[in-house]
């Protein structure tokens, strides 16, 4: 279950507090239109029952849900993957110019081998303007032992996106996808302050629904910090592990 082969995983570490307000794009404003209505019953696939972990995506010190305002349990999930809307969402907060990384781990449960590759490279607002809120970028996890797809992660608003960044593209664990980045103000983006400056985390299983580990507003994470698990058999959307 590890990101990488070298390092030992830490936990989280002391809440910081924060000093500005943050107001979260709607849902509506953003370029992809998730499904809506019932919740759709997914299959499960005898393979799809070793997990990855999910990691921040942003390499050193971070902030989990600084403001109180994207809980997974109940924040909006804009993107959707195969037909299917997100599992759950949270906003990962840095200042600008931290480096973006893949948050799939490199291992399953099990100690299966797992790689990671671009599958999204858009403009992440309605608009298609970088300008509104950054770069889109979507990765999908597969277990290199069977071959099966586990899950993808989209992250949005990601500024200054490194050249190799591209669909089809394999990344590692470390590998630079860009920056975090501040915005102007808008519909899809509505931050002041260099405090309010986040990745906005999505993920999703290939089947049946993956999971978010539960943490305090304002808890101060690492990247080497679980932040939930794909490839999970949770039964609905926005569940804890």
Known sequence: MVRSALLVRIGSVAALVAGSMLLTAPGGQALDSAK??????????????????????????STWNRFGLSDPSSHHTVFSNWGYQNDWSVDIYQNPGATVVSPFGTKTASG????????????????????????????EARNDSTGEVIGRADVMHVDNKAGGIEVGASVGPWTPLGTTGRFRYSSCYQVNG????????????????????ARGAGTNIGDETAVGKAGTQNTGRRQAC
Do not use: F, M
């Open 194 to 213: 260099d405090a309010g400056a986040h990745i906005h985390l999505e993920v999703i299983n290939k089947t049946r629904y993956s999971c978010y580990i």
């Open 112 to 139: 299966a081998p797992v790689s990671t590759k671009v599958v999204t490279v858009r403009a992440g607002c309605a608009t298609g303007n970088l300008a509104d809120g950054g770069w889109l970028i979507g990765l």
């Open 36 to 61: 809506t209505g019932p919740e759709q019953t997914r299959s499960v696939s005898p393979q799809a029952t070793d997990p990855v972990n999910v990691y921040s995506p942003i390499q050193g010190t």
